[in-house]
């Protein structure tokens, strides 16, 4: 088959394919390295948001009626950037979570979430106050706005890789004819 075609075909179709490979060794390679990043971004997330928790409540068990403060604590707490908080106030039986503002953000597209999303990592905290159970607190990573960020760089790199492959291919086609 290749014998049928000309020279500067067969170059260019030669071209083309370890064009093709090398994107799909950057890709390979760049998928590897995202999830690690956005593994360790949200775990990191998660060990903040465990300290601030642990630091609210103790700042507030002086200043605030033990029995008030699981209502309390959500009004009190700012969830780190790849987190997710939700307090269990054992004694009304209510799930409450600080106020987050909505904030529209960047989606990837699932195919490529599914591909980088790290495990799913949380924490639950009891909360005892004078010896006694008076709730829990749950922190949940959230990858969500990381592989967002994170696909925004695939997109940029790999589209100007495609760029430069395509302006390589017509620079080939223009010195061969």
Do not use: C, K
């Not at 709730?135 to 790199?157: F, H, K, L, N």
């Amino acid at each position: 088959m290749l014998n049928r075609l000309n020279l500067t075909s067969r170059v260019f179709l030669v071209i083309l394919v370890v064009q093709l490979m090398l994107f799909a060794a950057l890709s390979a390679a760049s998928l590897g390295n995202l999830r690690r990043e956005i593994s360790v971004e949200t775990e990191l997330a998660a060990q903040t948001a465990r300290s601030l928790v642990l630091a609210t409540i103790g700042t507030m068990q002086g200043a605030v009626p033990p029995d008030r403060l699981m209502a309390l604590l959500p009004e009190r707490l700012i969830p780190p950037r790849h987190t997710h908080i939700g307090i269990l106030d054992a004694r009304e039986g209510i799930v409450r979570e600080p106020f987050v503002p909505n904030s529209r953000q960047a989606t990837a597209p699932r195919w490529f979430a599914a591909l980088v999303t790290p495990e799913p990592h949380e924490t639950r905290l009891p909360v005892s106050i004078e010896g006694r159970l008076r709730g829990y607190v749950y922190i949940a990573s959230e990858p969500g706005p990381e592989i967002a960020a994170a696909w925004e760089q695939v997109r940029t790199v790999l589209g100007l890789a495609a760029l430069a492959a395509g302006a390589q291919a017509l620079l080939i086609l223009i010195a061969t004819r």
